[in-house]
């Protein structure tokens, strides 16, 4: 019987078998495994671990921050954001990190006047530009007339919010200081409170208004 064996100098390389030069898709698949698994069970040498763990990037530098009329020195990677500057190597926990997605204004500052997001502004960005937060708009024990006004119009709830709509609302009404309740309610469209203290909050700015032109505080 005639054999249907297909002849050996016809096979194709890497098919089946070896290929002229000795490479085989079964010897590539195996070797693939083998380094698969090693790299998976994170066998790796000394060296190459301690490669892939080394950082990379601008290590931290000398920043000065003006911070309710006073400068504060802080050794800051340049990716650190205002809002974590304050936290976390300031100790000004008022403005507070909720979403650290600049959609809940919960830690909100007034940077040169304007009410912003503390999570948006890198640290090394606020450098000669002046910096207010809530630790710094009482004069002394008593409180700013916007902080008193929430207190009296029961604005807060769990309070997580409060810091933040305080500086926005101070930061709107040095903008506008004779607002309309609408006025007030599109002003302060960029803070968010799940306690749902909305009209606490408006009447609290229209009362801090009336106060502060009073000139019974600054």
Avoid: W
């Amino acid at each position: 019987m005639r054999s249907t064996k297909e002849p050996e100098a016809k096979r194709q390389p890497g098919v089946s078998g070896k290929s002229p030069k000795g490479f085989s898709r079964r010897g590539f698949i195996r070797g693939v495994g083998i380094s698969g698994g090693v790299l998976g069970t994170g066998v790796l040498e000394p060296a190459a671990a301690a490669q892939m763990a080394t950082t990379t990037g601008p290590g931290p530098v000398e920043v000065t921050l003006r911070i309710n009329g006073q400068p504060h020195k802080a050794s800051l990677e340049p990716r650190v954001t205002l809002l974590d500057a304050l936290r976390n190597y300031l100790d000004l926990t008022g403005a507070k990190r909720v979403c650290d997605r600049s959609t809940c204004g919960a830690c909100t500052v007034i940077l040169n006047g304007k009410a912003v997001y503390a999570c948006t502004v890198l640290a090394i960005d606020a450098q000669g530009k002046e910096i207010q937060t809530i630790e710094g708009i009482s004069s002394g024990a008593r409180l700013h007339p916007v902080s008193q006004a929430f207190i009296d119009h029961d604005a807060q709830q769990c309070g997580y919010c409060t810091p933040g709509f305080v500086m926005a609302a101070k930061a709107f009404l040095d903008r506008n200081p004779s607002p309309t309740y609408e006025q007030v309610e599109k002003g302060l469209g960029g803070n968010l409170c799940r306690c749902g203290t909305y009209v606490g909050v408006r009447k609290a700015v229209l009362e801090a208004s009336r106060e502060l032109k009073g000139g019974r505080n600054a």
